[in-house]
């Protein structure tokens, strides 16, 4: 068996995954796991992953958590072209510091609108206070005006000139509160510029296709009532 990738295109980092791999002619067998199905809470899913968290990769024997880790796995195994993880050491670190500072500043706050806005109502049938929205808002406000300012800058892309790994993390950290109807572009030009050559770099049409499933997920009917009591302990922290 070859190169199994564990995915949920409702999920960012999993899109992130898609993205790379699709763009970089990566040959693997996608293995669809529906988290609101609760199909991540399988005992077979926990045979890939014992953590019971998407994305996952299976390399033969080899299993792999965690959507950085395996970007760079397969970055490094596939060769793929040295603007995506740079072999110089500045222009890595610089690759290195974004994905180290995203996961508790964009992805938090993205997240969290993503839910408040849209998935709690809609899909728990579960209200969220106004004043709880409106702080995760302003919260996403200030992540937007630091991407820009510390790490996009004026530059083409948000480490320099070329695309890395840490414009596909951002851009589908961005979609998710895109898809709760929130709109993240509009007033600011530098990043609707930004999002332009990303889409055109990735290709338009692969972006498209990575993004179809989240930008749909205002149609999506509830959750089924034992997922989400299984749900329920595990998402309660995007409320705060």
């Known amino acids: 068996m070859g190169l199994e990738l564990y995915l949920d295109l409702l999920s960012q980092p999993c899109r992130a995954i898609y993205i790379f791999?699709?763009?970089?002619?990566?040959?693997?067998?996608l293995r669809p796991v529906e988290l609101l199905k609760g199909q991540h809470y399988t005992d077979a899913?926990?045979?890939?992953?014992?953590?019971?968290?998407?994305?996952?990769?299976?390399?033969?024997?080899?299993?792999?958590?965690e959507s950085v880790a395996i970007l760079l796995y397969l970055s490094r195994k596939y060769k793929a072209p040295d603007h995506w993880y740079p072999q110089d050491l500045q222009a890595r670190a610089r690759v290195d510091e974004y994905l180290s500072w995203q996961h508790t500043a964009l992805r938090s706050c993205c997240t969290r609108v993503m839910w408040q806005k849209l998935m709690f109502p809609v899909a728990m049938g579960q209200p969220v206070p106004p004043e709880t929205l409106a702080a995760t808002l302003a919260?996403?406000?200030?992540?937007l005006q630091m991407l820009e300012d510390k790490f996009l800058q004026d530059q083409a892309f948000l480490t320099g000139p070329h695309i890395s790994v840490a414009d596909l993390v951002a851009i589908t950290e961005l979609m998710h509160p895109v898809s709760a109807g929130c709109q993240v572009f509009e007033s600011r030009p530098r990043l609707a510029a930004?999002?332009?050559?990303?889409?055109?770099?990735?290709g338009k049409d692969l972006f498209q296709?990575?993004?179809?499933?989240?930008?749909?997920a205002k149609d999506m009917p509830p959750v089924d009532a034992t997922v989400k009591e299984k749900l329920k302990h595990s998402v309660q922290a995007l409320l705060k």
Do not use: M, S
């Open 21 to 29: 791999a699709k763009k970089n002619g990566i040959p693997f067998q």
């Open 45 to 65: 899913f926990a045979q890939v992953n014992p953590l019971r968290k998407v994305p996952a990769l299976k390399d033969g024997d080899f299993t792999l958590a």
């Open 139 to 143: 919260e996403l406000d200030r992540c």
């Open 194 to 202: 930004w999002r332009q050559r990303v889409e055109a770099a990735v």
């Open 209 to 216: 296709e990575a993004h179809e499933v989240v930008l749909k």
